[in-house]
């Protein structure tokens, strides 16, 4: 083989398995920002869903750095990741659009937040993180019976999920019936830490406001 058909060969072998190995060292940020994001340590996971981008890794880095950006209070820099979440995709499948929804709800978007997610379920109706957002949206909007119709869908979509039983036992609270809300708080707290995004400290707070 001539040596120039060889050294294309050989440059074009070494510039895949760059490729590959950003994408792989890509996800692997995104796994590791996902891990930072489950105990709250949001500047670590903004580290690496941001390094997520730069190795050309999912895509969804962007919609977990507008989660972070929501969950830090800096809402106008979530709008802009949303904003480029969208740009950049060209499937707008279930998972993204609850993804989406839960962070415009955070920015108090609601209303884009709705729009979101009832296209979550429409895509996807046995989808509990969908509905239980949706139940989280309409509670923040004091819509109960809407409220209470997809939070009772979200738990039994998936008992494992905390964060229904705890908008349901506000829900229940709110309404006058602590005793009620005391239950499903009690069952939230008890399966909150298996979560893989655990309820920060506000679940108990709730709990000890209400039941003791």
Request: glycine content about 6%; some cysteine; aromatic content about 14%.
């Amino acid at each position: 083989m001539h040596k120039p058909i060889l050294l294309f060969l050989l440059t074009l072998l070494f510039l895949i398995a760059c490729g590959v190995g950003d994408l792989y060292h890509g996800i692997d940020a995104l796994s590791k920002g996902e891990q930072w994001l489950s105990v709250h340590q949001y500047d670590s996971a903004e580290f690496y869903f941001k390094q997520t981008l730069a190795l050309k890794g999912d895509l969804n880095g962007y919609i977990f750095l507008a989660q972070v950006k929501a969950l830090k209070g800096e809402k106008n820099y979530a709008q802009r990741y949303i904003d480029s979440a969208n740009f950049h995709r060209n499937d707008f499948n279930a998972n993204y659009l609850n993804n989406r929804g839960y962070v415009q709800n955070l920015i108090g978007d609601y209303d884009a937040a709705l729009i979101s997610l009832f296209t979550a379920v429409e895509l996807d109706p046995e989808m509990a993180y969908a509905h239980s957002n949706l139940g989280k949206t309409y509670f923040e909007l004091n819509e109960e019976a809407l409220a209470y119709k997809h939070l009772k869908k979200a738990m039994e979509l998936d008992a494992t999920d905390p964060y229904p039983f705890h908008y349901f036992a506000l829900l229940q609270a709110a309404k006058g019936d602590s005793s009620t809300a005391c239950e499903y708080l009690q069952y939230a707290l008890e399966i909150n830490s298996d979560f893989f995004v655990p309820i920060g400290p506000e679940l108990k707070n709730d709990h000890k406001r209400i039941c003791q």
